[in-house]
């Protein structure tokens, strides 16, 4: 037998930053809200007594503004990288005025709604569309206010090279937003 002391090495641990846990555990709750409520339409929908219109043709547009936003927040996360502070925080920027500017889009879509005779109020099939874009666009000011934290770390230096994990929950949480929206956008062409 050895005399020798046996020294055991601990074991490597596997461990997750708890900020982006905490954002994984909002996507997931967020993803399962949105799944209740589009399984709930879809029951209801079955249902009958379902008055069928288009959507408004800001939805469309929003979507595509939305979509840019995802484009200027992938080249944050780029510039970030590479230490490109100044084309950071114009990225972040544009992010976030194309997030306000697809809000402000949605809203004057809720005013095509009603011009369009759907109200919140009467048949579900428009109720469903308001909770999707009203839900949706909630998130999405949750998502400006994490972008404009992160553009205010930017103009401070404290996003760079070296410390990306802000950077990446914000660009994680946005692409997310983006996605969603356009999940629930072509699921409602689709059976709307």
């Known amino acids: ?11 490597e641990t596997r461990s997750i930053n708890p900020k982006v846990f905490t954002m994984w555990l909002f996507i997931v709750s967020i993803l399962m809200l949105f799944a209740a409520f589009t399984s709930a339409y879809l029951v209801r929908k079955a249902e009958g007594n379902w008055v069928e219109f288009k959507l408004p043709a800001l939805f469309s547009y929003s ?9 200027s927040m992938h080249f944050a996360l780029i510039s970030a990288k590479k230490d490109q502070f100044n084309a950071l ?3 972040i920027s544009i992010t976030f ?3 306000l500017l697809f809000l402000i889009m949605q809203f004057y879509g809720w005013i095509q709604l009603v011009e369009m005779n759907v109200f919140f109020v009467g048949n579900p099939s428009g109720s469903f569309v308001y909770v999707f874009s009203g839900l949706h666009g909630l998130h999405l000011v949750s998502g400006l206010i994490v972008l404009t934290f992160a553009l205010v770390a930017a103009f401070r230096f404290k996003i760079n090279a070296k410390s990306l994990t802000q950077i990446k929950i914000c660009s994680t949480y946005w692409h997310f937003l983006d996605a969603l929206w356009l999940y629930l956008f072509v699921f409602l062409l689709i059976n709307n």
């Open 97 to 99: 005025v194309l997030g």
């Open 63 to 71: 979507t595509v503004v939305l979509l840019l936003s995802s484009i």
């Open 1 to 11: 037998m050895n005399t020798e002391k046996m020294t055991l090495e601990p074991a």
């Open 89 to 91: 925080r114009i990225s």
